[in-house]
């Protein structure tokens, strides 16, 4: 181990992450001949397969699973102790990784990337989604930044002042909840009210790794329940499937605004006095004096969010 390379741990780290030697390569802009030698250099050094080939790629073993964790903790150590003290974006190489809920990247992506291409044309964006590990792994420092959904209404568990102290985070855009219903609905002919809303059966997309949102918190409060009919992951699925049926279809409005062009769908409020909720842009303490993702961070938040901040909502429902 005294003449380890340590650019081996990048390319376990890539080979943990595409669980393909094709794909590593391409990421690491080698051969796929370079990195099966440095994988067996990495069988060696670690005494273990760390991977077996499967049909559908690589699959690490419970070894390579236990190093996971500890070789980002490694990986970002050796990163912050080379990094130089002064960034400049246009030489940068740096990849930066987010986990981002699905639809923030339609609300934030044409807006932050094209300005990352012109400062900084060599940097990479490695963006997952949002998942329900998302947040231990932001605490655990193997995320830069997340944008996630978090909430100003005070009945729910997933208020914005509940983001843990570990973290700062930006409010980057103000959203809230609408239905939609197809073109000539029964219900368009009825008053709609709360009774009218629950008495139809409901299609929910359930994003961000949270099975219930607000809107059934609210209603749990009261006794109530929307009757749900389909549960999907996939909103251009959900409104396709909404143009066809009688269900209703809770979403958030700004990404039904960017992606309702080519449905016949009717919108209304949603019938129950709720807060809107909002994308939030969150990173790790450990990250504050970091000057590359700070020129990222706040790359992000002034394409995104523009120069007039978000105040926090004054009136609780009661």
Not at 4 to 21: A, C, I, K, T, W
Not at 224 to 253: G, Q, W, Y
């Amino acid at each position: 181990m005294s003449r380890f390379d340590y650019n081996l741990l990048h390319v376990l780290d890539v080979l943990l992450e595409e669980q393909s030697v094709t794909a590593a390569a391409t990421r690491l802009h080698l051969s796929q001949s370079a990195v099966s030698k440095q994988l067996a250099k990495l069988r060696e050094v670690f005494d273990d397969p760390l991977f077996e080939r499967t049909s559908h790629g690589l699959r690490p073993t419970p070894r390579a699973k236990q190093l996971a964790p500890e070789l980002r903790t490694v990986l970002q150590g050796l990163e912050h102790f080379t990094r130089p003290n002064h960034f400049e974006p246009r030489e940068s190489e740096r990849i930066f990784h987010l986990h981002m809920v699905e639809t923030a990247y339609s609300l934030t992506y044409p807006h932050f990337m094209p300005a990352v291409l012109n400062e900084a044309p060599k940097v990479s964006i490695n963006a997952k989604t949002w998942r329900r590990d998302s947040l231990d792994q932001l605490l655990r420092c193997e995320v830069d930044m997340a944008i996630s959904c978090w909430e100003w209404d005070p009945r729910s568990k997933w208020h914005i002042h509940n983001i843990p102290d570990a973290l700062n985070y930006v409010e980057l855009v103000r959203d809230h909840a609408i239905c939609l219903v197809r073109e000539n609905h029964p219900l368009l002919q009825e008053p709609w009210n709360t009774d009218t809303f629950l008495k139809y059966r409901h299609l929910q997309v359930v994003f961000g790794g949270i099975d219930q949102w607000l809107l059934d918190d609210v209603l749990d409060l009261q006794h109530l329940k929307r009757d749900i009919a389909v549960n999907l992951t996939d909103f251009h699925s959900a409104m396709d499937l909404c143009e066809h049926s009688d269900l209703i279809l809770c979403a958030p409005a700004k990404y039904i605004d960017y992606m309702m062009s080519q449905q016949k769908l009717v919108r209304l409020d949603v019938p129950i006095d709720l807060h809107s909720g909002c994308y939030v842009l969150m990173w790790h303490k450990h990250f504050d004096f970091d000057h590359s993702h700070q020129w990222f961070r706040e790359l992000i938040i002034n394409q995104v969010r523009g120069p007039e901040p978000l105040l926090p909502l004054s009136s609780p429902p009661a």
